[in-house]
């Protein structure tokens, strides 16, 4: 417990640090305009401090007292059930806006923005199929019936406009 | 006297046919609005305010600018009372206010399999916050307003401290721990542009984190995913299931008895709801973490917070709805508006051609009593349908939050954001860091940072200004008091020698 425990301080520590950099203009004499007034920068910066600060003490006593000897992971059974879960979720996230970039007049695609629906569909439906060992019909039903759904709840009823699919920007769907 | 016989014109005026259909239309519409995570019921009201404008006009037979009012305050009592449904169902707040129960009420829906008896508390005792802050609302709703105009920025700063070192102080994690994520809460909601300077503040150079971090990401991520990865861990994939919440009438008649036994604490914490919902710009979410703290405070099982404890539900939630009503009244008798969802009620007011303000309550009785009259049966109506409808309500709420409601904001960063917070949420839980201050300080970090700036430039930088009137100096020291209690506690412990060390541990 105690390497993680102290690695996660450094980090806390490290994000500090790097916050507490960002906002050294704090102490630019014009940082303020009415009397009093601190600017924008002092608060994240004393923000930044006292986290810092809290977390070397977090680290300190963490190497100087007793920790608990098991691990922070039961196991690799363990490791693997949150995988699982974690991996399709980035995939899920990456696949709602796709990877692309512009380089000059010139367009990447890796991969084509799916958008919310159809990457919703194809989650649900890989989750009902993979995980949930779902007969094959009601996976279909699923990746289809869900973004109809929320597309209908919505876009339509309370006109939330979520991101759209490449089929979209062609014109070839709603959504 | 004269208030009796203005309170019975306004129940007259509310219990009107019309009054009572669009009353009933709209809190079952709010009630929808609050469980989306997401849409909040300042978007429900604000999406709604062109309808208000048909019906203020007559589109329907009997409506009027009453008709209208009640309709735009019920969509709010809906959602005051949807909000905490997901928080206890899914530990995804559907309202900032509603954060709070993600600490309670779902471990006691949870772990302890009571969903029907969490959400039966918390109902009950929203009512109860909201039947004293109307109660308080019809009395004293002219000398309250007047009084709490007089909050500086220097006693708002004071209450947000005396907010965090409850966090702190009572807190039953590693105290340096709750500071270290507290101060990451306020760090985070500093990134974007400086409300007061408009200057850009840790954004690293990318445009859409400008807008700033918005809470309703990070709290999903943190407690919706994070929760998720960890049972995931301990109960294998299969524990993902969501809860079905059957609420059933012994749920009911237990959260009374639970409701009797704490009836000191949840009428307390309403009356202080009240004042603090008053008082401009703070309000509910504000009133719910002080009514956690203070439930928490005066608790003889203080172990039990965290772990599904019913105080942990209904001190806060009375708190909420307290304020949430009282939030009304410097709307309608200063013409200042208490929260952004007064703020956008006051906006269809104008739109109707009625200025809110002390004019209002001398030239349009008939409509600032109806309102009035509207608040004691909208909570009413709002509570018999909750405890009718709360299994049809889990069930739209378990299509949402299946699906991922992380991705309702219109910015493909939320999603990131909430994805990698859920990782985060996940390894602090592991750590034993508490989630709870991060939560509360990202959620209150601006108004924190705004009003401390108010006062370092009305006392021209001088700390001493916050010790100026006595009851921020109370405030101020009662805040240093609940810090000071871990370092007394520790040092007691060594004294005595208490530091054992514990079995199964190594150097």
Redesign the interface.
Known sequence: MRP??VA??AA?AL??AV?MF??LAAFNPSAG?????????W??FW??A??GI??L??AF?VLTT?????G???GRA??F??L???IP??A??TL??GIRWRDGDINYTVIPPLG?YIA?GL??GGFAWW?GRYKIWWVAMILVA?PL??FA??ELG??????KSFLYEQGALPF | MEIFGQLAGGFATALQPINMLMLFVAIVLGLVIGVLPGLGGTSGVAILLPISLFIKNGALPGSNEVTAIIFLAGIYWGALFGGVITSILFNIPGEPWAVVLLFDGFPLAKKLRRPGLALASSFVSSFVGALVATVLFTFFALPVAERALQFGPAELFAVFVLSFATLIGLGAEAPMKSVAMLALGLLLAAVGFDTITGEQRLNFGLVSLLSGIGFVPVTIGLFGIGEILASAEEQGIGYVEQISARLGLRDVREAFVELGKRIRLVLSNSIIGFFFGVLPGHGATAASFLGYGLARQYSKNKENFGKGEISGIMGPQSAADAAGVASLVPMITLGIPGSPTSAVMMAGLFIWGLTPGPVLFIQHQDFVWGLIASIYLGHLMTFILCLLAVPLLAMIMRVISIIGSYSLNNSMLDVFITVIFGLIGYWLRKLKYPLAPLVVALVLGDSTERELRKALIAGHGSPLYFFNSPLSTILMLGALVLVLIPLVRTIRARRRGAVARPAGVAH
Do not use: N
């Open positions: 993680y425990q996660t301080a806390i994000i500090a916050a960002d906002s305009t009415a009397p009093g007034d601190v600017g924008a920068r608060y994240p923000a930044a006292i986290m809290a977390a003490v977090v006593r007793p920790q608990a000897v098991e922070v992971f039961a363990s490791i059930s949150v699982k879960l974690a979720m980035f899920y996230a709602i806006g919310f919703t989650y649900m995980l869900f759904v929320i709840a919505f309370f006109r939330v406009s979520l991101p």
